[in-house]
């Protein structure tokens, strides 16, 4: 072949211009692809992610699933403790609505219930008037004014022995509680008596019944001549069984640790006629 020959050389240049081209655009195709092959959206890096760490992503998902499950575990118990806790508030309602009682009713100790008199109080006053006429004077005359009927009141033994050596009766303390009947009164009395002679005294506990007439005045009432008068509640006998217990033991410890007391205490509880 000629290659001077201009047609040849015409042609030679066209082929190697071709050709060029042919390999740049093969070149440009093949770059196209490996940029298209490096970029992943992310549907396909996740999962890629998920390939690569299988054993992770597995115990991720089983600490979520172990974290719910306690969740619910404690929300269910919560739920009970509370369906426990109203089904038992049921039975206590259910309970005091048959009895009639509450809860704080039954703890509620009897004696606490009672409640002194005021200073002031005309029944107060009417039980120091009595027992001063009765014990400390023995005067039957003066005891008519604070009483409501004399028949059959005499003095009897054990006033003749506190006339005799009892020298006061002081530290009154009244608790007035309702009674079977209306305007009477149970009146539970709570005193100190001083023997003559001795440097002490000893508590005791006495109870009368206390009228109120219909002029609004109190005396004290004469239970021989009428039927006998209860207490109105069994929570006020209760009272005054644990209020005589206390007096009782309060008695005791005085004169234990009082040897004059004892013997003013023996004397007391015998006939007057013996001495």
């Given at each position: 072949?000629?290659?001077?020959?201009?047609?040849?050389?015409?042609?030679?240049?066209?082929?190697?211009?071709?050709?060029?081209?042919?390999?740049?655009?093969?070149?440009?195709?093949?770059?196209?692809?490996?940029?298209?092959?490096?970029?992943?959206?992310?549907?396909?890096?996740?999962?890629?992610?998920?390939?690569?760490?299988?054993?992770?992503?597995?115990?991720?998902?089983?600490?979520?699933?172990?974290?719910?499950?306690?969740?619910?575990?404690?929300?269910?118990?919560?739920?009970?403790?509370?369906?426990?806790?109203?089904?038992?508030?049921?039975?206590?309602?259910?309970?005091?609505?048959?009895?009639?009682?509450?809860e704080d009713e039954t703890e509620v100790n009897p004696i606490d219930l009672l409640v002194?008199?005021?200073?002031?109080?005309?029944?107060?006053?009417?039980?120091?008037?009595?027992?001063?006429?009765?014990?400390?004077?023995?005067?039957?005359?003066?005891?008519?004014?604070?009483?409501?009927?004399?028949?059959?009141?005499?003095?009897?033994?054990?006033?003749?022995?506190?006339?005799?050596?009892?020298?006061?009766?002081?530290?009154?303390?009244?608790?007035?509680?309702?009674?079977?009947?209306?305007?009477?009164?149970?009146?539970?009395?709570?005193?100190?008596?001083?023997?003559?002679?001795?440097?002490?005294?000893?508590?005791?506990?006495?109870?009368?019944?206390?009228?109120?007439?219909?002029?609004?005045k109190y005396l004290v009432h004469n239970e021989i001549k009428d039927e006998p008068i209860?207490?109105?509640?069994?929570?006020?006998?209760?009272?005054?069984?644990?209020?005589?217990?206390?007096?009782?033991?309060?008695?005791?410890?005085?004169?234990s640790n009082n040897e004059d007391l004892m013997i003013m205490y023996n004397i007391l509880?015998?006939?007057?006629?013996?001495?």
């Amino acid at each position: 072949i000629d290659e001077d020959d201009e047609e040849i050389s015409e042609y030679i240049e066209r082929s190697n211009d071709e050709a060029k081209s042919k390999v740049k655009r093969v070149y440009s195709g093949k770059k196209r692809q490996v940029k298209k092959k490096g970029k992943k959206n992310v549907v396909e890096v996740a999962k890629d992610y998920v390939e690569d760490n299988k054993l992770r992503v597995l115990w991720s998902i089983f600490g979520v699933l172990v974290i719910i499950l306690i969740i619910a575990l404690i929300v269910t118990n919560v739920s009970n403790e509370d369906k426990d806790e109203t089904s038992e508030d049921s039975s206590q309602e259910i309970t005091s609505d048959i009895t009639g009682e509450t809860e704080d009713e039954t703890e509620v100790n009897p004696i606490d219930l009672l409640v002194a008199e005021k200073e002031d109080s005309p029944i107060l006053e009417l039980v120091k008037n009595y027992y001063n006429a009765m014990f400390i004077q023995a005067d039957l005359e003066e005891l008519a004014k604070y009483i409501d009927s004399m028949d059959n009141v005499v003095l009897d033994d054990t006033a003749k022995n506190i006339h005799k050596y009892i020298e006061e009766i002081n530290n009154f303390t009244c608790y007035v509680l309702e009674s079977s009947k209306e305007n009477y009164y149970m009146v539970n009395i709570v005193l100190n008596y001083k023997p003559k002679g001795v440097d002490a005294t000893c508590p005791d506990l006495n109870k009368l019944i206390i009228v109120k007439t219909d002029s609004g005045k109190y005396l004290v009432h004469n239970e021989i001549k009428d039927e006998p008068i209860y207490y109105a509640s069994i929570t006020d006998k209760e009272a005054t069984i644990q209020l005589s217990s206390l007096v009782a033991e309060q008695a005791q410890t005085a004169i234990s640790n009082n040897e004059d007391l004892m013997i003013m205490y023996n004397i007391l509880k015998k006939p007057a006629d013996s001495e």
